[in-house]
């Protein structure tokens, strides 16, 4: 039923700025949670960003500063802004969320952005 996708990514020089969007084909008032990965090559994932449906938010110590997360309730949309990029920050993002029910929980992804940032 929830279909999410990923946009925005690119190749950059160091120092650079991009935004990443994450568009749902569901509502995204409904999800509890809502979150940016990424993975490197040879690296395990990592989670960058996250924002609840109440509009809090975390970020992982190595962007703290430099990216901010935010969504567009009325389009549906999720969106990663990305400032002073470093070639430490090369990866593929994903777009994760979540519906938290009693009983079970709901997890849905998106196919990632490759973002490439040149030193």
């Known amino acids: 039923q929830v279909q999410l996708v990923e946009s925005g990514g690119g190749l950059v020089q160091n120092g650079g700025s991009l935004r990443l969007s994450c568009a749902a084909s569901?509502?995204?008032?409904?999800?509890?949670?809502m979150k940016w990965y990424r993975q490197a090559p040879g690296k395990q994932r990592e989670l960058v960003a996250a924002?609840?449906?109440?509009?809090?938010?975390n970020y992982t110590d190595s962007v703290k500063g430099r990216f901010t997360i935010s969504r567009d309730n009325a389009k549906n949309t999720m969106y990663l802004q990305m400032n002073g990029l470093k070639p430490e920050d090369t990866a593929v993002y994903l777009c994760?969320?979540?519906?938290?029910?009693?009983?079970?929980?709901?997890?849905?992804w998106g196919q990632g952005t490759q973002v490439t940032v040149s030193a």
């Open positions: 994760y969320a979540a519906i938290w029910k009693i009983g079970r929980d709901y997890d849905y």
């Open positions: 569901g509502t995204i008032s409904t999800f509890n949670v």
């Open positions: 924002i609840t449906s109440v509009g809090a938010t």
